[in-house]
């Protein structure tokens, strides 16, 4: 199997129980998402744009006039794309539901199946709520809107109102209304079975609503098996350089080993998942950034360019939209943009300038489309905005030779130490000065680019001297001139993958001592050191102590290539693959000290305070690019040419990448290097 099918990427069997440290899954249609709950039935977080139901729990489910949950047991989830699967065992029944987003409706349905004794009468009931509203302003913050809402009975169905939108919910069996409380009698058969279907739909109006709602209802396991479909289908396009799902393709991959498997295919379905095309969007086909529960409608620009070069070759036209869109809204002064109004979201974050230089440089080298750099944005052509970015630093001076980057909301938001000058964007703009100098050189001004050059080396200098001698971490300079040191991994991984060249052998080697004895561990990592000053600061594990986020170790094991010691990102895989066993990617993942592992690997980091972790987040297509640009050595320069040091023989000698296309070129990738396929003729 080469292309994933949604019941390929099925997480195992996760176990948990009442309020367990458990992120629940999320599910979308393209349109909008939702989120189960920790019960067998329930759902919350039903947000279809511009209708919102903020992080509603509806749905939580009664058994013969008892709340299921109260039973204290266990539920098993596994969640697909298309599905998530939810069972349990309560008082001689075993309860399954199959829960989805209808595909084209702002609607989500579940499918109860019951089990017990032939002829048993059980008596469900399903507690509603409802807050549905559609704001009149963008979605500016982390939770989508909600309102309270006016409930009433419509026949057997529940309408929740506001002034601005509705939800209707109900049953496909008949039932009644008791004030909040939906009610059905279901008797066994023969064979100990029996069903019902739940539909809940957000929309405008009471009209509308309807409309959705008896489709939906009519048929809920035609609705299952066309969700199935149109996910089978999306993952197919994604590999399909003929098919109109996307703009692009990625090449697909050949292999035996199961963890390189598992891992490209966790980078391409993050991607996939995050897309969005839905009509209220002024900017067309999006991709958010978190989901189910955080910061729907917004796209960070951090976490899409974590994600540059899935972006590039999946998808082009909408990556090329966005890049002049944010230069247009003026990088230094948000971090993101809202898709219901195309406006700016948040204040400024510190890695905005290499972030957009990465997403224009991956942009034209994989497209070919180098006249983007001649195209006007503004007052300025986008490679004289990509020389603006390059050298922004300067601005940024003070008494220093580095820049300051500033305080901890521009930076890593929880590690207070990680301030000012900070190794990681120095680092980074030695980088930055180099493809700035590659671009001007493309134009013919080559006094530029050598200017540029020599100011890269000298800066890489200065980045040196915030090193730790003999240790393999690096300082934060102060404005005082202080040096404080920081253990974290985001000087690993940016200093390992902008500037390796520029390092001695000894810190290379102490860097990656360094990270095997305070960040790595067996299916994960540490943002920060254990043994920082600053670990107990804060329990957030996106960026400290007891986790990471989702793009570290994939940037990490790209570090690690860079800096010379691909084995140890090899000998890893294994271990990271098994944190692949839960769904996409998470907001964040603990290490295993910090909770016990959850299907064999690194465990999702649950939502609730102090944590307030996303189910899913959209820099998975960092594994992409370990795949293709570690792993298989991949370089892509910016004038399109080619090139590979592949280290995928260690795994599987035969592993092969087929169908990489760079601009009107189609390469396959072998243990033994990069070949073009001939032209068609």
């Not at 109860?112 to 709520?129: F, K, N, P, Q, Y």
């Not at 090329?320 to 943009?337: S, Y």
């Not at 990681?424 to 006094?447: L, P």
């Not at 001297?465 to 300082?475: A, N, P, Q």
């Amino acid at each position: 199997m080469t292309i994933p099918r949604s019941a390929d990427l099925a997480s195992d069997v996760l176990t948990h129980t009442y309020d367990d440290m458990f992120n629940p899954p999320g599910l979308t249609n393209f349109l909008g998402t939702a989120q189960v709950d920790l019960d067998v039935a329930a759902i919350r977080s039903v947000n279809f744009p511009p209708y919102s139901h903020g992080d509603t729990i509806t749905g939580q489910l009664y058994v013969d006039g008892r709340l299921t949950r109260s039973y204290g047991g266990t539920v098993e989830v596994v969640w697909r794309p298309d599905r998530v699967v939810r069972s349990t065992t309560v008082d001689g029944l075993h309860l399954r539901t199959t829960t989805a987003c209808a595909p084209g409706r702002p609607a989500v349905v579940v499918l109860l199946e019951v089990s017990g004794e032939a002829g048993r009468s059980v008596r469900l009931g399903l507690s509603l709520a409802s807050t549905a509203t559609r704001s009149s302003t963008a979605w500016l913050r982390p939770e989508p809107p909600s309102e309270p809402n006016t409930l009433r009975a419509i026949g057997d169905r529940v309408l929740g109102e506001s002034e601005s939108a509705v939800s209707m919910q109900g049953l496909d069996i008949p039932s009644t209304v008791d004030r909040t409380m939906l009610q059905a009698t279901v008797v066994l058969d023969e064979a100990g079975h029996g069903q019902l279907s739940y539909v809940h739909v957000l929309a405008g109006s009471v009209e509308e609503a309807t409309e959705h709602f008896d489709v939906c209802v009519a048929d809920v396991p035609a609705v299952l098996a066309v969700a199935e479909g149109v996910w089978d289908m999306a993952l197919a396009d994604a590999f399909d350089p003929s098919s109109e799902g996307f703009s692009g393709s990625l090449p697909v991959l050949e292999t035996s080993n199961a963890a390189l498997k598992k891992l490209y295919w966790w980078g391409v379905l993050g991607v996939v998942w995050f897309r969005r095309d839905n009509p209220a969007s002024v900017l067309g086909r999006t991709y958010d950034t978190l989901m189910p529960r955080y910061w729907q409608t917004t796209t960070f620009i951090w976490d899409y360019s974590l994600s540059s070069l899935t972006h590039a070759l999946l998808d082009p036209a909408p990556m090329r939209k966005h890049i002049e869109h944010w230069i247009d809204l003026d990088i230094h002064q948000h971090f993101g943009t809202e898709w219901l109004t195309g406006g700016p979201v948040g204040y400024w974050y510190s890695v905005n300038d290499f972030a957009m230089t990465r997403l224009v440089r991956d942009y034209v080298r994989f497209t070919g489309d180098d006249g983007f750099l001649d195209v006007a944005v503004g007052e300025k052509a986008v490679g004289d905005h990509l020389h603006d970015w390059a050298t922004a630093w300067r601005g940024l001076r003070g008494e220093h030779a580095l820049a300051d980057y500033g305080g901890i909301d521009n930076l890593l938001e929880c590690v207070s130490s990680y301030v000012h000058e900070v190794a990681s964007f120095n680092a980074a703009n030695v980088w930055c000065m180099r493809v700035a100098a590659e671009v001007a050189e493309r134009s013919g001004d080559t006094d530029r680019a050598e200017l540029l050059r020599k100011e890269a080396t000298i800066q890489a200098g200065h980045v040196n001297e915030l090193y730790v001698e003999g240790r393999g971490f690096w300082h934060a300079r102060q404005p005082d001139g202080s040096l404080v040191p920081v253990r974290h991994c985001y000087d690993f991984n940016l200093i390992g993958t902008t500037m390796a060249g520029d390092l001695s052998e000894s810190q290379r080697s102490e860097m990656v001592s360094f990270f095997q004895r305070e960040l790595q561990t067996p299916t994960w990592m540490r943002a920060l050191s254990p043994y920082d000053a600053d670990a107990a600061f804060s329990v957030r594990p996106d960026h400290q102590w007891n986790g990471a986020y989702p793009a570290w170790p994939a940037d990490a094991g790209r570090a690690l290539f860079q800096l010379g010691r691909g084995d140890v990102l090899l000998d890893w895989l294994p271990g990271l693959a098994r944190s692949a066993n839960q769904g996409p990617c998470g907001q964040a993942h603990f290490v295993e000290e910090a909770q016990p592992a959850m299907a064999g690997g690194a465990r999702k980091v649950p939502p609730q305070f102090p944590y307030l972790i996303d189910w899913s987040c959209s820099s998975s297509g960092s594994w992409v690019s370990l795949v293709l640009e570690g792993i298989f050595g991949i370089e892509v320069a910016l004038d399109g040419t080619v090139t590979a040091n592949p280290q995928v023989a260690a795994l599987d000698p035969t592993a092969r990448l087929t169908g990489l296309r760079v601009g009107a070129r189609t390469y396959d990738v072998t243990a033994d290097g990069a070949v073009e396929r001939p032209a068609a003729s």
